[in-house]
């Protein structure tokens, strides 16, 4: 999930897993309704327990600009050491 949501300057996502004390990598695909590509976050992480670090997203493009207020689609994907993959898909909303 993405906290807040919908968000104005920024929203963190965050998401429980079952690999606790493992290292893995989060990689969140951000798309406009239409499926433009609009950006991709991410991150190493290494959890305590069942829960994920927050990771933050201020509503920038690849290229850096400011997005404009819409709804957007996500996909979440979390890949252990060992090449074990989970996905997600959801929406957030950008308010300016």
């Known amino acids: 999930m993405n906290y807040p949501n919908p968000f104005t300057d920024y929203t963190d996502f965050i998401f429980e897993h079952n690999q606790s004390c493992a290292p893995y990598n989060v990689k ?10 609009v ?7 290494e959890s305590l327990g069942y829960s ?4 933050r997203w201020h509503g920038l493009s690849s290229n850096g600009a400011p997005l404009a207020s819409g709804v957007y689609v996500y996909t ?7 090449g074990v993959t989970a996905q997600k898909s959801s929406r957030l909303v950008i308010i300016k």
């Open 28 to 37: 969140i695909d951000i798309f406009t309704v239409t499926g433009q590509y």
């Open 39 to 45: 950006c991709t976050v991410e991150s190493e992480q």
């Open 52 to 55: 994920s670090e927050p990771l």
């Open 76 to 82: 979440l994907s979390v890949t252990t050491c060992e």
